[in-house]
């Protein structure tokens, strides 16, 4: 408990306080989800068409439904997935109002660039599959096309498809702040991810070749270059959290 607390908040009062935040969040996320619906369901947006973007070279029909309700569970997904997106500031606010007290003053300091760090990244491996890695793994994909035979893509499975792909490339991006928070716990020191480095850039080829099966090497070094860059604002990161960790220390703040 952080030291600028003299007095604890009774058991209740906690049980009480988060019965709150709780509704607040709900109440966000229902206002999210009602607001995404109605623009998707009144086609002010068009999530089908713009998730379609990366493929549509590559069709010779439009996507196909196999089933009645397909276009509804899309669009209720993605109203989920953008109500969530949009209520997440009050979500992340409720969070840190009831964890705030508890929290040290460096702590507290802390939790707003991570959630912050945590949001870009998320959002900028999302737009690299999205933009860059789905175009170059479906040309792959394609290249296997045959005279006698006809590709008949449903709708379900390839949204499917670029949404599990953009959630890997945005988790994957969440690499620097995962290693800042172990580096904050002093769970993992800089001196262990340099000496690493090679075989960290030996997993990035992997992974993006695990990524990307296309063949054309182009495709693959663009996509290793970022990975492993990630690699190296973990390892700045994490020797910038070390060092003020061992500074706290030194103080006696820890």
């Not at 109440?27 to 369901?41: D, E, H, K, S």
């Not at 660039?113 to 789905?134: N, Q």
């Not at 800089?190 to 997993?203: D, N, T």
């Amino acid at each position: 408990m952080s030291s600028s607390n003299s007095v604890e908040m009774p058991f209740l009062d906690h049980l009480e306080e988060l019965r709150w935040r709780l509704f607040k969040c709900a109440v966000a996320i229902a206002i999210g989800v009602g607001v995404a619906f109605a623009l998707l369901y009144t086609k002010q947006v068009d999530i089908i068409a713009f998730l379609s973007l990366p493929i549509q070279p590559y069709l010779k029909q439009p996507l196909m439904v196999t089933h009645v309700s397909d276009l509804f569970d899309i669009v209720m997904d993605a109203s989920i997935t953008l109500g969530l997106i949009a209520a997440s500031p009050v979500l992340a606010w409720q969070l840190w109002g009831f964890l705030s007290p508890a929290l040290y003053g460096h702590e507290k300091k802390a939790v707003i660039p991570a959630l912050i760090g945590a949001a870009v990244l998320f959002l900028a491996g999302m737009a690299l599959s999205f933009f860059y890695v789905l175009p170059v793994t479906l040309s792959f994909f394609m290249s296997f096309q045959s005279g006698s035979v006809q590709i008949m893509q449903t709708v379900d499975q390839y949204v499917s498809f670029v949404i599990s792909m953009c959630l890997a490339f945005g988790a994957i991006f969440e690499l620097p702040i995962v290693i800042a928070l172990l580096s904050a716990m002093g769970i993992v020191q800089p001196q262990y991810l340099s000496k690493f480095r090679r075989h960290a850039f030996l997993g990035c080829i992997v992974a993006a070749a695990l990524i990307t099966p296309g063949s054309d090497p182009t495709s693959l070094i663009a996509l290793t270059i970022p990975l492993y860059m990630l690699y190296e604002v973990s390892i700045t990161v994490s020797k910038f959290i070390s060092r003020r960790r061992e500074r706290r220390i030194a103080a006696g703040d820890e």
